[in-house]
């Protein structure tokens, strides 16, 4: 009965931010092997919630239990450290523990932190993030509570994070906007709306298509509820104020159907399609540029003779590790950095929209709107139609109540989009989108997304969320390092798919080439030698008959495994499951996995033999 027990069971969970409730008698709970993803707009209290399930801010009301002796990892949003200590000194001083150095090093290497006695200080945030997972994951916890762990990854690392959250049967609860991460880790997604918690049990797809029924049904509710309500309207206005014991039912019944009738869902019903956009045929042409820096005595090649000429109405984007020279290049581009030789050609209609990592700076005293209408009061979407500021804002996901917040109340990922705001509000014709995606809501990304889909200029994005990039890019830039890009035609998940194949293409000529020269090696030696050496290989790949009757019952195992973790997979996105189920389901899978990839490289190893 034990493996029952939840490792987090929340009840009744009420927190207010000021005047404002963030989330309201919130109940869950998280069986050990679940993944859980939560999402939710920005500013509804996400990250207000790791912090209370970590007792880092308090509650009104509510309990929070935690399974007995659970070790759990917590990864903040914003981690902070101690500037004089070692990196190595900051991953829980681990240094008399020998085993626990060596992890700590592989992981570090693995998030691209090679330097361990580097003072914290010395960091970027972004690296000191990087830390503070690899703390998390050295620490090798029971749970894992991780806010944003893509944010400050590269596509590289994301890829091995996603790896290794997936191998064994490993308990998570995650903040992230990255939806390819979410449905490639994720077995469950909480979503926060409406200061209430809804369980999906399934991946980030999974969870699209039941939030869509959800939704199809409440509004079916609503107006239900709205038919109903103008009927009990008329009926309450009729009525004498003395009214009989039935009619008080009655009236308390109306003030419930009130509430039912008065619901608003943040629903956009149409795309925002601005005609008015003009840009000219030329755009821009990277005429042989060569740019390089000097770090730490040694010379980082960032462009080397590059030429690039860019088409009317493209949608580029722009892929590499951390320090390959991304945001260096639209520095250049934007005139913001000059390039060692060779020049960066605009052309005269081009007008930039560029959106920066660094560029956040408001006024903490001025309203949301008024940060917009000092910019313009409308955009003009052609044919005699304009939208205003306010509608704007409202088309972002501002309601008409948080526009006249001051900046200071918003949070992180709010101050992100009314930045956004700013960069669109002024209809430029060609957007420059300096990793956007970070801290963005997802529904803000969906809004994002059909913007750029339908925008009329060129766009550039720089970002590492991949599923952000198939919705909006067709053409890629990758950065490699040491100077090489490669231009390749099509979005990330084509690119990937490419690339696999190549490295599978490279790997076969590379075994081939190792036979060949086997071969000729064979072929210099006497007849005697050879004859011998033939006979030899001739017996090292006959397989004896307990090879033979091993090799058929490794094929017919595995496809038992295989149609087994098929049938799990599908039962764990079924939604249908019990906790107990559930978990029971969670264990089972890693284990299909781990007994697969045994099965598999020894059926590999026996085929050989063919």
């Known amino acids: 009965m034990a493996s029952q027990i939840p490792y987090l069971d929340v009840q009744n ?19 050990e092997g679940q993944k859980v993803g939560l999402v939710a707009r920005n500013g509804t209290g996400k990250s207000t919630l790791m912090s209370v399930l970590m007792d880092k801010e308090g509650h009104e009301s509510g309990d929070i239990i935690y399974r007995r002796d659970l070790k759990v990892g917590y990864l903040e949003q914003s981690p902070k450290f101690d500037p004089e200590e070692s ?35 010395q960091l970027s945030g972004g690296q000191q993030k990087r830390v503070a997972l690899a703390n998390v994951l050295i620490d090798e916890p029971d749970f894992l509570m991780l806010d944003e762990p893509t944010n400050h990854l590269d596509l590289e690392m994301i890829e091995w994070l996603e790896g290794y959250l997936n191998r064994g049967n490993k308990t998570i609860f995650m903040v992230t906007h990255d939806r390819f991460f979410l449905d490639k880790v994720c077995n469950t997604i909480l979503e926060l709306d ?6 999906y049990r399934g991946n980030y ?90 770090d730490r005595g040694k010379k980082k090649v960032i462009l080397d003779n590059f030429y690039y000429n860019f088409a009317r109405f493209e949608k580029m984007g722009i892929v590499g590790n951390n320090g390959t020279g991304k945001s260096t290049f639209i520095k250049m581009l934007l005139g913001e950095v000059q390039p060692d030789s060779g020049k960066f050609d ?55 109540e948080e526009q006249h917040n001051y900046v200071y109340k918003l949070s992180g990922g709010e101050k992100r989009k009314l930045y956004l705001c700013t960069v ?18 997802i529904q803000t990304l969906q809004v994002l997304e059909e ?18 990039m198939d919705k909006v890019v067709d053409h890629l830039l990758v950065f490699k390092g040491e100077g090489e890009i490669q231009d390749f035609p099509g979005n990330y998940t084509q690119y990937r798919d490419w690339s696999r194949l190549q490295e599978k293409d490279e790997a076969e000529k590379a075994a081939a080439t190792a036979k060949n020269a086997g071969n000729n090696n064979t072929a210099v030696n006497d007849g005697a030698g050879t004859a ?42 079924s939604g249908t499951l019990s906790v107990e189920e559930l978990t029971e389901k969670s264990k089972r899978l890693p284990e299909i996995k781990d007994e697969l990839d045994e099965k598999e490289m020894r059926w590999l190893e026996l085929s050989e033999m063919l």
């Open 13 to 31: 969970l009420t927190k207010r931010f000021g005047a404002e409730v963030l989330f309201d008698k919130i109940s869950f709970s998280i069986a």
């Open 87 to 121: 990196v190595l000194e900051a991953c829980f001083n681990h240094e008399d523990d020998p085993e626990k150095v060596l992890k700590a090093k592989q992981i570090l290497t693995q998030l691209h932190i090679t330097n361990m006695d580097q003072p914290m200080g």
């Open 194 to 199: 409406d200061k209430t918690i809804y369980t």
């Open 205 to 294: 797809a999974y969870y699209l298509e039941k939030r869509q029924e959800r939704m199809d049904n409440l509004r079916a509710e609503i107006q239900h509820s709205k038919n109903l309500y103008r009927r009990e309207l008329d009926w309450m206005r009729r009525q004498p104020q003395a009214r009989g014991h039935k009619a008080k039912y009655r009236e308390d019944a109306f003030y419930e159907l009130e509430k039912v009738a008065k619901q608003r869902i943040e629903d956009r019903q149409v795309r925002l399609k601005a005609s008015t956009v003009y840009i000219g045929s030329k755009i821009f042409e990277c005429q042989y540029v060569s740019k390089a820096f000097d």
């Open 346 to 400: 605009i052309g005269e209609t081009v007008r930039f929209g560029y959106f920066s990592q660094e560029g956040l700076k408001f006024r903490e005293d001025q309203k949301v709107i008024d940060v917009i209408t000092e910019i313009a009061d409308y955009i003009d979407l052609g044919n005699g139609k304009h939208m205003t500021a306010s509608q704007f804002l409202q088309f972002f996901l501002f309601t008409p």
């Open 424 to 441: 669109l509000m002024r209809n430029p014709n060609f957007l420059v989108l300096d990793e956007p995606t970070n801290d963005l809501d």
């Open 451 to 468: 913007y750029l889909q339908d925008f009329a200029g060129c766009v550039i994005v720089v970002s590492h969320d991949r599923y952000f």
């Open 532 to 573: 011998k050496r033939d006979a030899n290989f001739e017996n090292k790949r006959k397989m004896s008959y307990k090879e033979k009757r091993e090799y058929e019952q490794l094929t017919q195992e595995i496809e038992k495994l295989t149609d087994e973790q098929k049938k799990l997979e599908e039962a764990l996105c």
